[in-house]
Structures are given as C-alpha cells and as structure tokens.
C-alpha cells in the first residue's frame, strides 16, 4: 500500500518538477514571498490555539486531563517558543510526579531531552539521557524507541555543530547506529521506520533508496505540518548531491512553505534557501530570507540555529553590502545623469522658449503686415470700384456728348433746311413782286412760336431719353405733396425744363433765360419755386447734378 503511495507521490512530484523546468522557481518563490508578509497569519492562528489549551488547562480539575492538556500545549511550543515549552515541561513533571505515574514521567523527560536538544542545550539533553540509561531495559518498545530518538537527535545536531571538524564523522556514525536501533524497534511501514531508513540510505550514498524511503513518509504526514517541511528538507539534501539545483531549490521553498504554514520558529530550510539565492546573486532576497530566519531563531530562542545563521550572516552581508555599494554607485551615476539631462533639457525648454517668443514676435509682425496688406488691399479694391464707377461716368458722359451731338447735328440739320426754305420763300415774294405779304409774313409772331415749341419738344423727348429716369429722381428730392404729375405722353413744363438745363451743367439764370427766352427774373422766380418744394433745400442743386449717373471722389 505504501509504495503505491509512493508511485502517485513520484508521479505528482515529476509533475511539478517537470512544471518548474519550464518555469524555473520564479512563480513558486513569488508565492513563498507572498506567504512570508502573511506569515503573521499563521503566528496569530497558532497563538490561538495555544490560548485555549491554556483556558482548557487552567479550568480542568482532573490532574491526569490536565497533564494531557499541557503535553499538548508544549506539543505547540515544542517548536514555537522553547522558554515556554520548558515552562510547561516543568509543570508537567510536577503534575506526573504526583500522580505517580511512571510512563508520564519518563513522556515528559523525553519531551525535556528533545527540547534541549532543539534549544542547543546538549549536554543538559546528554546528562538526562545518561540518567534514564538505568531505567532502559524496564521500557516498553515505544519507550526504548523514544530514548533512541533522543540520543539520534542529539548526536544529529552535536554532528551539525561539529561541521567540518574531526568530530564530525565519530557523531555521524554514532546517529547512524541510533537510526539503525529505531528502525528495529518501530513497525515496519510507519512513517517512523521510513525517516530513519532514509538517514541510512542517504549516509550509505543510497540515493534512489533514500529518496523512496523519505517519499514514503511525506505520505503519511500532513503536508503543511513541521513533519512535512522536515521530509522536503530531506529530499532538498538528495537533490544536492544529484546536482539538482532547480529541485534542490523548489524542496527547499515546499519545506519553508510547510514551516510557515505550521508557524514553525524553528527551521532550517530558510537559512539554506536563502544561501541559494546568495549564490544565484538574488542578494535582496537572500537578505531578507536571512532576517526572517534570525528574527524566528530568537523569538524560539535556539543556540543551535544562531551560530549556524551567524555563520551565514557575513557571507550574506557581505555581498548585500557588495549589492548595495554597487546600487549606490549605480544610483550616483544615474543622479548625476539625470541631473545632465535635466539641465540638457532645461537648456533646450529655455532655447525652445526664446524661439518661441522670437517667433510670437514675429507672427505678431506678419499679422500687422497682414492687416496692412488687407487694408490696402481693401482700399485698392476700393479704388478698383471707384475708378470702376469713374469710368462708368465717363461712359455715360461720352454717350450724352455723342447724344447731344446727334441732336444737336439734327437740330442744326433741320433748321438749315428750315433756312434754306424760308429762304426760297422769301426769293418767290420778292421776285413776285409780294412785298406787302412778305412783310406781313415776317412781322407774325406764330412762325416763331411754332418753332419754339418745336425746339422745346425736341429737347424735351431728347433730354429724357438720356435721362429717362429725371422727373422721379427730381420727386424723390421734393416733399411728398409738393411732387409733379403727368399724364401719359406729357413731356416737361418750364419748372422742370430750368432744373434739366441745370442737370446739364448750364447753371447761370441768364444763361437759361437766353435759352428759353425768358427774362432772368423769370427763371430765377422758377428756381426758386421748385427749391421750396425740396426736402433739402441748401444742396438741392448739387442733388439735382447727381440725377441720372454715379458720382464718385478719389
């Protein structure tokens, strides 16, 4: 049944170990970080735990129960705090020696033994030892395999303490000779005849045995409990002789992961972890795994374990200090660059700002000139409308000259073909001698009227074919009820006849009397008469020369 255990244990382990492989460590010591900020948790479960054990002792009257009750509670301080496992040790060799049991008794001299022992107390654990050798050969089985315990457990650290000593190899042989006694006593497949066959196996070199043997009883312990963390120990020790770096490591983090979980102080795995991290160059977390462990050795107050950390310590420290010489360096060289870059930058901002002001300076001047651009080029187009305008009236003078020249040429046409026949009128009479009727011809004043009204029709129709628009023009400048009305087909009275000549340029009231036969106090009479009409009478005239065209001023 064990070794088929033992076969799904092998599997499971190639499993991870093929998972780690891929991965290295990196994910599994991130864990063990992780684990290590919470190890409070554990601490404060266990604390607990031994809080009631101590309100269950205190309130059991029956002394036997009580004995019970505190062999379980130096059970938790065993390897949690060894002054008050002594504390309660002693209680408990009080409470045995009153019941005048002898098997408490010697329970709670082995329990003594296996404390001093862990606490480096090893020749208080010996001279015990050396007392109940008398009493041996009256012990049960199991007591004769506790007492063998004892003294393999003893020799175990007297070896660890000799390392690299002449006495390190005499204390190995006599721990060997011990395992072997144990494993004679104990039934064969418990978890206790695998651990001491392994310890065989491993001292013979035996390496495919020994792993078998510590696989076997890895099952048949809690996996988070000291036993556990014990075995991966073990198996971290194999790995190491294999050369097995990467699983030597990922034992060594299960088996700190296991004390952690078991709120175990005193442990061994995290100082040997934490020598392979130094090694991989990790000095940070070396550091770190090195604090824990000497913070947990004296909280558990073992000599045993600070002589072997203070053997570590130097080593460690050294390279931190190492490290930490280098990171100093490293971060007085990246000041000092960055304060270079720094000023580089700043050197740059204040370049970039100086050209950015050089360059507002000069968008504000584009800007100006673009403004003066714009207004030049809006008086250009200015002037471009007037001269536009100015040409249009010249136009527009050119085509009244050509009109008036037309007229004029037809008037002067027609009225020297009236000449000429008046002429050869006047050539009939005489030669017929019809002077009287000449006479009378000549004084009549029709003829002359006729013709007058012929000329004012003429330049009436030819005056308001140029300016077809005057007379409403000429109303829009008067007031409302003082405006001129003509029926259809009616051309110019005399008033509006005065103010076309105006429009015309002839300005002077003499000048239009002549033209139209009037006295000039005739003309004047009717100047004045239309300007009274006028909305504006002070620039009436001047209004009246802007009718019909566009004046414009450059």
Known sequence: MIRCLF????????TMNAHAGTSGNKSLLGELDQLLKERITYVRKKENKIN??????????????????ISRLIEEYSNFQSDSAFHYIEQNRLLAGSLQSKD???????????????????????????????QYPDMSVSQKAEYNKQYERLYMNLRELAQNSHLEEEYRKQELKYSRIICELVPRESKDFYYYSFKQHYAEGNLEEAQKDIAAYYQLVDSTSNEAARALYHLSLIYKVKEDKLNEEQSLIRSVMADVKSAVKQNRSLRLLAQIQNDKGDIQRAYRYLDISLQDANSYNTRLRNSQIAEVIPIIQKEYQLQRDKQELYLRAGIIISIFFLLLILGIALYLRKKRKDLSVARSQLLSINDKLNRIN???????????????????????????????????????????????????KIKSGQIDELYKLNSSTQYLL???????????????????SFVKELNGLLKEDQQYTFKEGELLNAELRIYALI?????????????????????YTYR???????????????????????????
């Not at 429009?503 to 006295?519: P, V, W």
């Open 7 to 14: 076969c799904l244990f092998m599997l499971i382990w190639g």
């Open 450 to 468: 006729k013709e007058s009204k012929d000329f004012y029709s003429q330049f009436d129709e030819a005056f308001l074919q140029i300016y077809p």
């Open 52 to 69: 009631y054990l101590k309100q269950l002792s205190s309130s059991e009257a029956s002394v036997d129960k009580r004995y019970d009750i």
């Open 503 to 523: 429009r015309l340029g002839i300005k002077d009231s003499s000048q239009i009397a002549e033209f139209m036969g009037y006295n000039p106090v005739t003309v």
């Open 528 to 554: 004045t008469k239309v300007k009274s009409r006028a909305k504006d009478k002070s620039n009436f005239d001047q209004e009246v020369l802007k009718i019909g065209s566009i004046h414009v001023s450059l």
């Open 104 to 134: 408490k008794w010697l329970e709670n001299r082995f329990q003594y033994i296996f404390l001093c022992a862990q606490a480096g107390l090893l020749n208080e654990a010996h001279r015990i030892l050396l007392k109940l050798e008398d």
């Open 378 to 428: 809006c008086e250009v187009q200015e002037k471009n409308g007037k001269l536009q305008s100015l040409t249009s009236n010249l136009m527009e003078s050119d085509r009244v000259k050509e009109k008036y020249i037309g007229h004029f040429l037809k008037l002067c046409s027609m009225y020297i073909s009236k000449i000429g026949d008046y002429q050869k009128l006047v050539n009939r």
